[in-house]
C-alpha cells in the first residue's frame, strides 16, 4: 500500500533529499549575502543549480551543504553558491532604444563615464562600448566604462570577449567587421571583440549589497537593467540611493523594461522610457 509522500518534500526521485526547510534555508541565504529575493516558484531551479555544488563538493545532503556554508563565513564556497543562483540572461543591444539615447547624450562631451552595474557575460558594456565608439566616430572614444557583476564566473567570460557566432547573428554586417574578430581553425565559428574594445572597459567584481563600492562616481550613464526585479522594496531604495550621489548631475540612469524605480525613488525622475535623471528630493529610504 503506498502511503502519502512527506508535505516538506519538494522534489521526489531525487539525487539528494530538497525539504521545504533546506528551500527557506537557502532563500534566506541568498537575500542575506546577495540581496536576491527567491520565489517559490524557484524551488526547481535551486535544486538544479545547488545539486551540482554538492556533487562538486561531495557533501551528501543540503542540511550539511548549508551548515557548512553557515559555519564557515568566509569560505570560498560563497562566491559559488552566488554564482549558481545568479541569473545571467543577457544579448548584444538588448533592449535597443537605449542606446541611441545613450549616444545622443555623450557625443558632444569631451570624455564620457560609464557604469554598467551588470556586466553579466559582457554583451551589455560591449555593446555600450560600440555606441560609444559610433557617437564619437573612432574605436579609441575619451571614454571610460567600469563593468561590475557579482558573479566571478561570467565575468571571466566577459574579459576574454569571446562569443559564438550565434550571439552577433542579428548584428549587422557593417557592425561585425568593424568590432568583432571572427576566429579560424580551432576557434572557427567564434569571434572575439577587437582589443580597441576590450581596453573601454574594466571588469570588476562588485556586490550591490556591499557597504561600499569603491567606485569613484561621477558617471556621466549608470546601467542597472534587469537586475532591481530581484530585489525587495526596501533593498531596491538602497541600491537607488548609493546611485544617487554617484551620477554627475546630467547624469543617466538606464533601467529594465519591468522596473520602475519611480516607485522606489523621488531623487529621480523619468525622462524616457526606461530611462531616468535627477530629480531634487531624497531617495525614499523606506522602499514604500
Same mark, same amino acid.
Given at each position: 500500500?503506498?502511503?502519502?509522500?512527506?508535505?516538506? #518534500?519538494?522534489?521526489?526521485?531525487?539525487?539528494?533529499?530538497?525539504? =521545504?526547510?533546506?528551500?527557506?534555508?537557502?532563500?534566506?541565504? /541568498? $537575500?542575506?549575502?546577495?540581496?536576491?529575493?527567491?520565489?517559490?516558484?524557484?524551488?526547481?531551479? %535551486?535544486?538544479?543549480?545547488?545539486?551540482?555544488?554538492l556533487r562538486a563538493t561531495g557533501i551528501v545532503s543540503f542540511v550539511t551543504y548549508l551548515d =557548512?556554508?553557515? #559555519? *564557515?563565513?568566509?569560505?570560498?564556497?560563497?562566491?559559488?553558491?552566488?554564482?549558481?543562483? =545568479?541569473?545571467?540572461?543577457?544579448?548584444?543591444?538588448?533592449?535597443?532604444?537605449?542606446?541611441? /539615447?545613450?549616444?545622443?547624450?555623450?557625443? *558632444?562631451?569631451?570624455?564620457?563615464?560609464?557604469?554598467?552595474?551588470?556586466?553579466?557575460?559582457?554583451?551589455?558594456?560591449?555593446s555600450i562600448a560600440i555606441t560609444l565608439c559610433e557617437a564619437y566616430g573612432t574605436l579609441t572614444?575619451?571614454?571610460?566604462?567600469?563593468?561590475?557583476?557579482?558573479?566571478? !564566473?561570467?565575468?571571466?567570460?566577459?574579459?576574454?570577449?569571446? $562569443?559564438?557566432?550565434?550571439?552577433?547573428? #542579428?548584428?549587422?554586417?557593417?557592425?561585425?567587421?568593424?568590432?568583432?574578430?571572427?576566429?579560424?581553425?580551432?576557434?572557427?565559428?567564434? %569571434?572575439?571583440?577587437?582589443?580597441?574594445?576590450? #581596453?573601454? /572597459?574594466?571588469?570588476? *567584481?562588485?556586490?550591490?549589497?556591499?557597504?561600499?563600492?569603491?567606485?569613484?562616481?561621477?558617471?556621466?550613464?549608470?546601467?542597472?537593467? !534587469? %537586475?532591481?526585479? $530581484?530585489?525587495?522594496?526596501?533593498?531596491?531604495?538602497?541600491?537607488?540611493?548609493?546611485?544617487?550621489?554617484?551620477?554627475?548631475?546630467?547624469?543617466?540612469?538606464?533601467?529594465?523594461?519591468?522596473? !520602475?524605480?519611480?516607485?522606489?525613488?523621488?531623487?529621480l525622475k523619468l525622462r524616457g522610457k526606461t530611462v531616468y535623471e535627477l530629480g531634487h528630493s531624497?531617495?525614499?529610504?523606506?522602499?514604500?
Amino acid at each position: 500500500m503506498k502511503t502519502a509522500e512527506p508535505q516538506n #518534500k519538494l522534489s521526489s526521485a531525487k539525487e539528494f533529499d530538497f525539504t =521545504t526547510r533546506d528551500f527557506d534555508r537557502v532563500r534566506g541565504l /541568498i $537575500y542575506q549575502r546577495a540581496g536576491i529575493a527567491l520565489a517559490d516558484s524557484k524551488q526547481e531551479m %535551486v535544486y538544479s543549480r545547488l545539486a551540482r555544488r554538492l556533487r562538486a563538493t561531495g557533501i551528501v545532503s543540503f542540511v550539511t551543504y548549508l551548515d =557548512t556554508l553557515e #559555519k *564557515q563565513q568566509e569560505s570560498n564556497e560563497w562566491e559559488a553558491f552566488v554564482n549558481a543562483l =545568479t541569473t545571467n540572461l543577457t544579448s548584444f543591444f538588448r533592449e535597443a532604444h537605449h542606446f541611441p /539615447i545613450l549616444a545622443e547624450h555623450v557625443k *558632444q562631451r569631451k570624455e564620457v563615464s560609464v557604469w554598467c552595474s551588470a556586466a553579466s557575460t559582457g554583451e551589455e558594456p560591449y555593446s555600450i562600448a560600440i555606441t560609444l565608439c559610433e557617437a564619437y566616430g573612432t574605436l579609441t572614444p575619451p571614454a571610460q566604462i567600469i563593468a561590475t557583476d557579482i558573479d566571478t !564566473n561570467v565575468l571571466n567570460i566577459a574579459a576574454a570577449g569571446v $562569443y559564438p557566432m550565434e550571439r552577433v547573428e #542579428k548584428m549587422s554586417p557593417e557592425r561585425l567587421k568593424r568590432y568583432f574578430l571572427r576566429g579560424t581553425g580551432a576557434q572557427s565559428g567564434m %569571434v572575439r571583440l577587437r582589443p580597441e574594445l576590450r #581596453k573601454l /572597459i574594466t571588469f570588476r *567584481q562588485l556586490n550591490l549589497l556591499s557597504d561600499q563600492w569603491q567606485l569613484s562616481g561621477g558617471f556621466d550613464v549608470i546601467f542597472c537593467r !534587469n %537586475v532591481m526585479i $530581484y530585489f525587495d522594496k526596501p533593498t531596491q531604495g538602497k541600491i537607488l540611493s548609493k546611485f544617487v550621489p554617484l551620477m554627475k548631475p546630467d547624469g543617466l540612469l538606464f533601467a529594465g523594461h519591468s522596473e !520602475n524605480f519611480l516607485y522606489v525613488s523621488d531623487a529621480l525622475k523619468l525622462r524616457g522610457k526606461t530611462v531616468y535623471e535627477l530629480g531634487h528630493s531624497p531617495v525614499r529610504r523606506s522602499g514604500k
